[in-house]
């Protein structure tokens, strides 16, 4: 699958999924086509060493990455992720998405991101605190406001990236606000980012749902992950009178036939830490969420979910993906066979780091926008860029990821084109 001799080779790896959606688009490149091995090739890929002194003394060794995918169109953006299954090739993958992200909102950056091989719940918060200090320190020579800039992904937060942006700052002598983003309001964060990607998701899904005839007034949804995803766009669709029957954390499957009362769920969920136990619906198998009949499918938790077995019995008509890569490519065709819409992950999801894009500007000029400002540029950018999308889709007559791939390596390619190779 891969002529990367550093990568393994496995069919559903996250890397693997990436390039059969690069494989997709090729044909749709024309000329372009030449230069179409720098999709399958990071530009840099960065492993680091963090030795963590433990609060008993002891002394841990932990993996850390930061994976570069492509600079052609401007500094690298993305996430970092703390979880115990991060490995290079998840890393690559998910910088890969980035750059496809990127091009497709047609903002002016690259793709990359990193992440440390650790579960964060198992470290106290001095640790994590010594934790994100020595990686930014150790990836300090390839990230910075004009190079790369991370941003929070699972589990970190804007208490991490303060500490990032802190650690960085304090090894260049400057306080430097643009080198991440996501952070703390009153550190240069901006105002509506949290609620961003959730909001993305509602944006797109709603425009999608206009196309193919579906109302979002008393239709279905199913929402699996109740992060900062999920949980936003879930309140959302109900806001629009859409009733989510089903929602799947790491802890239980919840199920209301007359739609699960979100305030009230993200209230038990900010208390206790998951949904488990939430009165106000019943608990199912986990694996009848795949199989119950709804309109709207979002996940938005992990990758990998929507596999060929699922997607052969899903009873849905759309599927948002609020998570990177939460479709297996089997599944992407076993789906437009049966007519499910796919909207993917490289739009969809791609509110967070347009408002990332509008932190990074503010911080520049240090002059900060309301709220509504913030929103309603988010709402037209992905409206815009979902258009696009639609469109290339009709014209080529491909699914919408096809479609965004080709939107977004046409960019990429053509950038890379007129840059020219160096030297
Ligand atoms: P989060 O850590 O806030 O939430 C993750 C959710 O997934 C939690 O509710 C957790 O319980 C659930 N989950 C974990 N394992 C699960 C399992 N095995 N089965 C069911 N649910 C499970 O993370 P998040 O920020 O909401 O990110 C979710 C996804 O969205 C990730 O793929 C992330 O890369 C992607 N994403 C996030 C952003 C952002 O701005 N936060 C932007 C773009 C993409």
């Known amino acids: 699958m891969s002529s990367l001799s550093y990568v393994s080779v496995d069919d559903n790896s996250p890397w693997a999924t990436y390039l059969a959606q690069v494989e997709r688009v090729v044909p749709y490149l024309g000329e372009l086509s030449r230069l179409a091995d720098t999709?399958?090739?990071?530009?840099?890929?960065?492993?680091?060493?963090?030795?963590l002194e433990m609060d008993d003394g002891t002394i841990r060794h932990f993996e850390g990455f930061r994976v570069q995918h492509n600079l052609s169109r401007g500094p690298g953006k993305g996430g970092v992720r703390f979880h115990p299954d991060v490995n290079l090739e998840e890393v690559m993958a998910l910088s890969a998405w980035m750059t496809v992200k990127c091009a497709v909102l047609n903002l002016p950056f690259g793709g990359?991101?990193?992440?440390?091989?650790?579960?964060?719940?198992?470290?106290?918060?001095?640790?994590?605190?010594?934790?994100t200090r020595r990686y930014t320190s150790e990836i300090g020579i390839i990230i910075g406001p004009q190079q790369d800039i991370p941003a929070p992904d699972v589990g970190t937060n804007p208490q991490v990236m303060a500490w990032m942006m802190d650690t960085y700052s304090?090894?260049?002598?400057?306080?430097?606000t643009g080198v991440v983003t996501g952070k703390p309001i009153h550190?240069?964060?901006?105002?509506?980012?949290?609620?961003?990607?959730?909001r993305g998701v509602f944006v797109t899904g709603r425009a999608a749902a206009g196309h193919i005839g579906?109302?979002?007034?008393?239709?279905?949804?199913?929402?699996?992950?109740?992060?900062?995803v999920g949980s936003v766009a879930a309140l959302l669709f109900a806001e629009a009178g859409a009733r989510v029957l089903t929602i799947q954390d790491h802890s239980a499957t919840l199920w209301n036939d007359r739609g699960i009362d979100i305030p009230a769920l993200i209230a038990w969920q900010q208390q206790r830490g998951s949904i488990a136990g939430f009165p106000g619906a019943d608990t199912i198998p986990s694996?009848?969420?795949?199989?119950?009949?709804?309109?709207?499918?979002?996940?938005?938790?992990?990758?990998?979910?929507i596999t060929a077995e699922r997607a052969k019995n899903l009873n849905c008509k759309l599927v948002l993906e609020g998570a990177n890569g939460p479709t297996l490519p089997v599944a992407d065709d076993i789906m437009r066979e049966r007519n499910i819409t796919v909207i993917p992950d490289v739009i969809c999801n791609a509110g967070g780091v347009t408002v990332s894009y509008f932190e990074w500007v503010?911080?520049?000029?240090?002059?900060?926008?309301t709220e509504d400002e913030i929103n309603a540029r988010l709402d037209h950018i992905m409206e815009q860029a979902f258009d696009a999308v639609w469109q290339k889709a009709k014209s080529l007559g491909v699914t919408p990821r096809t479609a965004a791939f080709a939107v977004a390596c046409e960019r990429i390619l053509f950038a890379r084109k007129e840059r020219g190779i160096y030297p």
């Open 39 to 51: 999709l399958r090739h990071p530009k840099r890929a960065f492993i680091v060493d963090i030795p």
């Open 112 to 131: 990359a991101k990193g992440g440390i091989r650790v579960d964060p719940r198992e470290l106290s918060v001095e640790e994590l605190e010594r934790l």
């Open 170 to 176: 304090m090894n260049v002598g400057a306080t430097t």
């Open 187 to 198: 550190l240069g964060g901006s105002l509506g980012r949290a609620s961003a990607t959730g």
């Open 214 to 228: 579906l109302e979002l007034m008393n239709s279905r949804v199913a929402v699996q992950g109740f992060g900062n």
């Open 287 to 305: 694996d009848e969420f795949w199989t119950q009949k709804y309109d709207i499918l979002i996940p938005a938790a992990l990758e990998g979910q």
């Open 362 to 369: 503010q911080d520049f000029s240090s002059f900060f926008w």
